[in-house]
């Protein structure tokens, strides 16, 4: 969808991008407050979460988060809150006619929180049950049990369940009180906003929330390596589950992050990529995935997917072997100009839809206040080289730093995690 963003800097001192889409029939809006887990101790760990559940509630005009929800969704518009290590976001999607009741009801519902003693306790039984569903999640345990042993902000969903007895009604209010202010939001708002600009900012300005001190810091997290697998026991798991983790102790600028995505559709992005299609072709696998992450300082990049256990060698030899392949530049033009043409389509399909749209933007602008320049991603897809690729991958191992996760079931899973780790440790040697 053609589009123009617009970054705009409130009086409260408020950040945020309004993009413009000419003829859109729907509103998008995103409020981002850094107030994430980062921000409590480990026996608080579920304030952030629970403070999220309950925000969208009963407010000063709605005396209940169920009448709030009446209102809200009368016209079928729908919201949402998610939280994470680093941020909370309160999102919500109308259509066009209702835009200005919807805008103001989000900013009640974030500016003027009663916090009920009943919703409270109501939240907290319904947290309890989405952790409890959450620990089942067996990509999810392992994910976030690896982001742990290798000393990042993490903690397992069976471990918040054990925590979150420690969290009261004070330490919600506490917590909202030193993260929701002016100046430690950031927003986005997208949809057809010809003629209504400055309404909207003026709306944003009279936000009832307190200016604060400033955007609050994200932590340096340092990632350390791992020399043993972790391994996490799942008798009643018939495969393996595993997830492959290297970092680099710099943050990726922007045409290293390019290559290394389309070095993700190179190998395991498609039914034809150099790991997955090989992988699938023989009969090992039926998915895999790996993506980039980034941190304050440094760039995280990972592979997982669940295999049988006796196929697991046997894709770890093509892994290995692949990842040296691309480190060494054994990339054809026509592995480049595949891996090229996928991303330029998966680019132009994401900008299908007003919230297609609006991702493109929301991640790195919530992280660093950079905006993207979304039209310009085509060019710099086309400008990725085999020498980019090369320098990028060759830089994510050069550190020394990665490791191996491992869950299963069965007596041998144990051996089979050292057997798969020996056979991925000569990738930082």
Known sequence: MQHTATEV??????????????????????????????LVDRKHWEVPHLMEHVLLGANEFIPKARLFQAEFEKNGAANNASTGFYHITYEAECADFEWRRI?????????GPKFLPDEFKAEFGNVRDELTARSNNHFRTLSLAAREAHGLLSMTDRERLKQIKNVRLKDLKAHYARTHTTRNLRFVIAGNLGGRMAEIKRTLEAFDLPRGRSELVLPNEKPQNLLEPVFIPRP????????????????????????????????TATLYSRILGE??????????????????????????????????????????????????????????????????????????TVAGVMAGYTGRYYFDCAVNDYNRIPDRIKAVTRKTIVEATERMFS????????LGGGGRSRELADRLNEQVRPLWG
């Open 236 to 267: 009643s798991v018939k495969n393996v589950y595993f997830d492959l983790d290297t970092f680099a102790m710099t943050r990726f600028d922007d045409p290293e992050m390019d290559a290394l995505e389309l070095v993700n559709g190179m190998l």
């Open 279 to 352: 992988a699938r072709e023989r009969g090992l696998v039926y998915n895999m995935g790996s993506g980039v992450e980034v941190m304050r300082n440094a760039t995280e990049w990972w592979f997982s997917a669940q295999v049988l256990a006796r196929n697991a060698p046997a894709l770890f030899e093509i892994i290995v072997r692949e990842l040296k392949r691309v480190r060494a530049g054994d990339i054809t033009d026509e592995d480049l100009n595949s891996a090229k043409q996928y991303w330029l389509g998966r680019h132009q399909r994401s900008g299908q």
């Open 9 to 38: 800097e409130l009086k409260n001192g408020a950040k945020g991008i309004l993009i413009n889409l000419p003829g859109a029939t729907v509103m998008d809006f995103e409020f981002n407050f850094r107030a994430g887990e980062y």
């Open 103 to 111: 805008l103001k009801l989000m900013l009640i519902a974030i500016s």
């Open 399 to 406: 550190d020394g730093i990665g490791g191996l996760a491992v």
